[in-house]
Every structure is written in structure tokens, then in C-alpha cells.
């Protein structure tokens, strides 16, 4: 779970947050196959401006993901 959501949100970083989001609730969709929904979802997505182009070429920060 956390691992694929990691990986979505790599391949997503060039994208809006908007965008991102809807990859997200993409993947989720096809892993959930159709199964009903039984709780609510809530999905954030902040974009943050690295202070120099040199943080850039680091790469992205380590993020801490809570369960979803």
C-alpha cells in the first residue's frame, strides 16, 4: 500500500497537485477493482518550491506517509 502510493507520487512529481491527486484516485480505483466503498477518502496533496535549483537535482525529499 504505502510502497505503491510512494511510487505514484514519484512518477507524478512534474504534475499539479491536482493532477497528482487524480493519479492517486486512479490507482486506487483500479486496485479496489470495482469493490463498494465502505469509508470515506481524504487526499491532500501539497506542492512545495525548492528554495534553490540546486535542491532540485537532490531530488525530492523523504516524505512520511500515514495510512490511508
Avoid: H, Y
Avoid at 493519479?23 to 463498494?36: C, Q
Avoid at 470515506?40 to 525548492?50: F, G, N
Avoid at 537535482?57 to 506517509?65: E, N, R, S, V
Amino acid at each position: 500500500g504505502e510502497e505503491r502510493l510512494r511510487d505514484v507520487v514519484r512518477t507524478s512529481l512534474s504534475l499539479s497537485a491536482r493532477d497528482i491527486c487524480r493519479n492517486i484516485v486512479d490507482r486506487l480505483d483500479g486496485f479496489t477493482a470495482g469493490s463498494p466503498q465502505w469509508d470515506d477518502i481524504t487526499l491532500a496533496v501539497v506542492k512545495v518550491k525548492p528554495e534553490s535549483p540546486d535542491a532540485v537535482k537532490k531530488g525530492p525529499a523523504a516524505a512520511a506517509f500515514s495510512t490511508m
